[in-house]
């Protein structure tokens, strides 16, 4: 199975970015569509945005559409999640979640579909 690591989570202010890794390892990583989940405290864990294996499609929550960008580089085995003009509301532990899917194109938003979880890395906004 494989092993995700992510790094790249801080504190920053509203209006501020940090961009987000994650770090495969163990399977081909190709053979992965990848997202990102976020959780703050007290609440659901919440689908923020999925790339399927090729990088060829992408799909954000509205919330985050038009400030957050995924992306992956299949040669360095690693996803990436770039975040913009980011809001208080942003503020949560921010989980990436691979999917074996073995060149089936398209992703999910379905957390149960993912087969691989990583720590997590914790996201402060202040306003």
């Known amino acids: 199975q494989v092993q995700l690591v992510e790094s790249g989570g801080g504190l920053v202010q509203a209006g501020g970015s940090l961009r987000l890794s994650c770090a495969a390892s163990?399977?081909?990583?190709?053979?992965?569509?990848m997202a990102w989940f976020r959780q703050a405290p007290g609440k659901e864990r919440e689908f923020v945005a999925a790339i399927s294996w090729s990088g060829g499609a992408t799909h954000y929550v509205e919330s985050v559409k038009g400030r957050f960008t995924i992306s992956r580089d299949n040669a360095k085995n690693t996803v990436y999640l770039q975040m913009n003009s980011l809001k208080s509301e942003d503020t949560a532990v921010y989980y990436c979640?691979?999917?074996?899917?073995?060149?089936?194109?398209?992703?999910?938003?379905?957390?149960?579909?993912?087969?691989?979880w990583g720590q997590g890395t914790q996201v402060t906004v202040s306003s």
């Open positions: 163990g399977r081909t990583f190709s053979s992965y569509a």
């Open positions: 979640a691979a999917e074996e899917v073995l060149g089936r194109p398209g992703v999910t938003w379905d957390p149960d579909e993912y087969d691989a």
